[in-house]
């Protein structure tokens, strides 16, 4: 459209063809409003392009922090699962180790009490509940 305008009103057009449109500038749709009308509408897109590239930037600067948050956590959380693995490790080889010294308790108990009175057999049946 605007280069329908700049041709008819361009000094080579034909004379017969400037004629022919009564008025050359309302005829096809060109006036003086609408090259401003594209300047502000040119400009207006300009600036919400830019607001958007600016709200763009912020997102991936959002996102850039929350991983690495999502980083940070993530090798906390591997850490807590290392130590606690661990703490399960020491916590099963401790309850061994108390099976066992209860086991060497007992037994020396049972040795204790046949040395202190090997002939009281009631005393220790008594004494283990048997």
């Given at each position: 459209?605007?280069?329908?305008?700049d041709w008819l009103m361009d000094s080579h057009a034909a004379p017969?063809?400037?004629?022919?449109?009564?008025?050359?500038?309302?005829?096809?749709?060109?006036?003086?409003e609408q090259p401003q009308q594209q300047s502000d509408e040119m400009?207006?897109?300009?600036?919400?392009?830019?607001?958007?590239?600016?709200?763009?930037?912020?997102?991936?600067?959002?996102?850039?922090?929350?991983?690495?948050?999502?980083?940070?956590?993530?090798?906390?959380?591997?850490?807590?699962?290392?130590?606690?693995?661990?703490?399960?490790?020491?916590?099963?080889?401790a309850n061994a180790s108390v099976r066992r010294l209860a086991n060497?308790?007992?037994?020396?108990?049972?040795?204790?009490?046949?040395?202190?009175?090997?002939?009281?057999?009631?005393?220790?049946?008594?004494?283990?509940?048997?």
């Amino acid at each position: 459209s605007r280069q329908q305008c700049d041709w008819l009103m361009d000094s080579h057009a034909a004379p017969a063809v400037i004629e022919a449109t009564e008025t050359p500038s309302t005829s096809i749709g060109c006036s003086s409003e609408q090259p401003q009308q594209q300047s502000d509408e040119m400009a207006r897109l300009a600036q919400e392009n830019a607001n958007l590239k600016s709200e763009l930037d912020s997102v991936k600067e959002e996102m850039r922090e929350l991983r690495a948050i999502a980083t940070e956590q993530a090798q906390r959380l591997a850490l807590v699962e290392h130590r606690g693995a661990a703490v399960e490790n020491v916590a099963m080889a401790a309850n061994a180790s108390v099976r066992r010294l209860a086991n060497k308790v007992e037994a020396i108990g049972k040795d204790l009490i046949q040395v202190v009175n090997p002939f009281d057999q009631c005393r220790y049946d008594d004494w283990t509940g048997i």
